[in-house]
């Protein structure tokens, strides 16, 4: 992108904002005209908002559906984590020129130039360099989606992710949100482009129906058993192995025939502590928490063992994919 050199004052003015060529002003994402209350993105600006990472236009819009720029994109990451050694705009720079070399300092990918195209493989590229790694569009994509941070715009899969299409204005700040709470701060990404392997971050169980990555603290503590029902369902068990005498259920997922699933669905989802995580052809799967105490109330260790890997799931720190029937 080519970079729009300003005048001293309104270059002041505009390094309190995110974006270049656009007094924005702070508001509350309910009161953005173009942001209705039911608008999926909602909470995300807000919290984008509340955060002072980006503002709205003086029109009172957000435009939360327009195309984000590379500089908008790299500047908002940047402004999400406050970092104290994120220098000011010079006299005679563009607003954006801080937030380059600071990405410059953590080797970063660098910035494209005049090129005006900011693709959503790009944002993927900048978040993934911002855990530490250094990888391609593609890998970067699959990072992204097996860290849970996306589940594409028209399916969690490489071409649902639509990685040469353009990040909107709620997409980005939906990505940034969810990058922090996961990443407590930035990293530097030195070295080489790597080729991404995902058993290094991420515990990978597969079978015939579906591919679930564990965070990597899940290895060798757990086991699976396969209940093949009469109902022609079939429930795979992950229990914790060194509890497993007391139970050690940890979540369970089933895979339900299409037919199957609507004659039990209100009657299960009521009794159970179940919930629909996905479709593939004609099969519906879902997910159950244990309902009761399966672990060793009388060995602390044994029991902190079992709930923090309970915890995991409780707080969705996984990822599935469906295999093709």
Do not use: C
Not at 235 to 261: M, S
Not at 302 to 320: H, Q, R
């Amino acid at each position: 992108m080519k970079m729009i050199r300003l005048k001293p004052k309104l270059a002041a003015m505009l390094s309190i904002g995110v974006f270049a060529g656009s007094l924005t002003v702070s508001a509350a994402a309910a009161a953005f005209r173009d942001v209705p209350a039911d608008f999926w993105g909602q909470a995300h600006i807000q919290w984008a908002i509340d955060q002072k990472i980006v503002d709205g236009y003086p029109d009172g819009t957000f435009r939360p559906n327009s195309a984000i720029s590379r500089d908008e994109f790299v500047s908002m990451l940047i402004r999400a984590y406050k970092p104290v050694d994120l220098k000011g705009t010079s006299a005679n720079g563009s607003w954006a020129d801080p937030y380059w070399a600071y990405a410059t300092e953590m080797d970063w990918k660098p910035n494209n130039g005049d090129s005006l195209a900011f693709t959503r493989g790009e944002a993927a590229q900048y978040l993934v360099n911002a855990t530490g790694k250094k990888l391609n569009v593609e890998d970067s994509v699959q990072y992204l989606l097996d860290l849970g941070l996306s589940d594409g715009k028209n399916g969690k899969h490489l071409s649902g992710y639509e990685k040469d299409g353009k990040l909107t204005r709620a997409e980005a700040v939906a990505f940034i949100e969810r990058f922090q709470l996961r990443y407590s701060t930035l990293h530097a990404s030195p070295g080489p482009e790597s080729k991404y392997d995902r058993t290094i971050d991420f515990e990978v169980y597969e079978n015939k129906n579906f591919t679930i990555l564990l965070p990597k603290s899940w290895n060798r503590q757990y086991e699976v058993t396969v209940h093949r029902n009469q109902d022609q369902t079939e429930t795979y068990d992950f229990i914790h192995t060194a509890n497993k005498a007391f139970g050690g259920n940890l979540f369970a997922i089933t895979v339900w025939p299409v037919e199957e699933w609507s004659i039990q669905e209100e009657d299960v989802v009521k009794a159970m502590r179940v919930e629909k995580i996905g479709e593939m052809g004609n099969r519906i799967f879902t997910i159950r928490t244990a309902s009761d105490v399966q672990y060793n109330v009388e060995d602390i260790h044994l029991k902190n063992e079992y709930l923090s890997l309970a915890k995991d799931i409780i707080a969705k720190n996984y990822s599935v994919y469906f295999q093709s029937p």
